[in-house]
């Protein structure tokens, strides 16, 4: 048997986020967000999962690439639009649209000579300062793509920088910044992230950009809120390969960072940093062996990390989940000081992946 830490991944749960997706703006359409190689999930069987999707979002040309080469023809934005000039032919080639944030996009579009013309978005800063155009600029913008040879489709975007707290009024304050940017010009708007598409229909606009809640992820920060009704994507998992009987005073570890206060049972499990678990999950998060929670003890290292087995059956070679299924990500992502997108996002080349197929 070999190390067997894996990432299952639910591919019927990620259509059922999908469908939720759906569901909470049905008069628009979905732009699933698959960039960071599908939030760490695999970008092919993610986009072969989701391909009713109207289009799909990347951040950058690399990439699209493998989504063209599998063959998905569906539309795809680059969401930071290109980076030079070096681009644009394969960009072209690729059929791929533009998020376009700064005037040197707009020059360069000018100036360049493609085969078609591109699909753009233009990206309005309505309060993130971030990326995006001044509201003023707006119109100034659209009028001169308007004249550009190059550009095809004119879109109106924004992003939001608060949408996780529904209690914020921020929301409110760049929807309205949006609105007035664009207002009387033509073309398609979008707006919605997760949070957006879940908590403000106002922001449901002509394209939903979904992200972490496709993979199962709640996009609010408050734990007050009803968890929205959507189902882990990821488990990442491990076993247990050692069990020692540790005696009052033993300290485990590195820096022996944790002292027994009895005699008890210590499982190692092979999940480690290098696999992508947070380290400063130590001392603070738990395992789920067997349907109970054990704590993690000590410093996590790079190969493996010890908990505690009082009170639970358990023998080698005993799965351990270390998020997913039974154990939300986003508390271990929280008892990390992190978010569940960068934990998703850091699970490590080492990891074997295994897809379960979701029911046609
Ligand atoms: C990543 C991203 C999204 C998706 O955000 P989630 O919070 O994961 O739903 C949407 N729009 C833009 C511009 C993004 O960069």
């Given at each position: 048997m070999s190390r067997n830490t894996q990432a299952i991944v639910d591919l019927g749960a990620l259509r059922h986020n999908f469908e939720l997706a759906r569901r909470s703006a049905p008069g628009s359409r979905v732009m699933a967000v698959i960039k960071a190689n599908a939030y760490g999930h695999g970008v092919l069987p993610v986009a072969q999962t989701l391909s009713d999707a109207e289009a799909f979002a990347v951040t950058s040309v690399e990439e699209a690439l493998p989504l063209r080469e599998a063959g998905f023809a569906q539309p795809i934005v680059?969401?930071?639009?290109?980076?030079?000039?070096?681009e644009l032919s394969l960009i072209g080639r690729l059929g791929c649209e533009l998020v376009l944030h700064s005037l040197w996009q707009v020059e360069l579009l000018e100036r360049a000579s493609l085969s078609r013309p591109v699909a753009v978005w233009l990206k309005?800063?309505?309060?993130?300062?971030?990326?995006g155009f001044d509201p003023a600029l707006v119109r100034p913008m659209y009028e001169r793509l308007r004249a550009c040879?190059?550009?095809d489709r004119i879109g109106f975007l924004t992003h939001l920088a608060?949408?996780?707290?529904?209690?914020?009024?921020y929301t409110e304050f760049q929807l309205r910044e949006f609105e007035r940017a664009c207002a009387g010009l033509p073309g398609e708007r979008s707006i919605a992230n997760s949070a957006g598409v879940l908590a403000?229909?106002?922001?449901?606009?002509?394209w939903l950009r979904p992200g972490v809640m496709l993979y199962?992820?709640?996009?609010?920060?408050?734990?007050?809120?009803?968890?929205?009704?959507l189902r882990p994507v990821m488990t990442l998992q491990s076993r247990l390969v050692a069990i020692n009987a540790c005696r009052r005073g033993d300290r485990l570890g590195y820096a022996g960072a944790y002292t027994c206060p009895e005699n008890m049972a210590v499982g190692i499990v092979t999940a480690g940093y290098a696999d992508g678990?947070?380290?400063?999950?130590?001392?603070?998060a738990s395992v789920l062996l067997n349907g109970r929670r054990c704590p993690v003890l000590g410093r996590v290292s790079m190969d493996m990390l010890c908990v505690d087995l009082r009170g639970v059956e358990a023998r080698i070679h005993d799965p351990v989940t270390l998020w997913g299924e039974g154990l939300p990500i986003e508390e271990v992502a929280e008892l990390s000081g992190t978010i569940a997108y960068e934990l998703l996002t850091k699970v490590t080349g080492r990891v074997r992946f295994e897809y379960r197929e979701a029911e046609a």
């Open positions: 680059l969401l930071q639009g290109m980076y030079d000039d070096s309005v800063d309505s309060g993130m300062h971030r990326l040879n190059t550009v608060a949408a996780d707290d529904r209690d914020s009024d403000w229909p106002r922001a449901h606009g002509d199962g992820v709640s996009p609010f920060a408050d734990g007050r809120d009803e968890r929205p009704d678990y947070p380290r400063h999950a130590g001392a603070k």
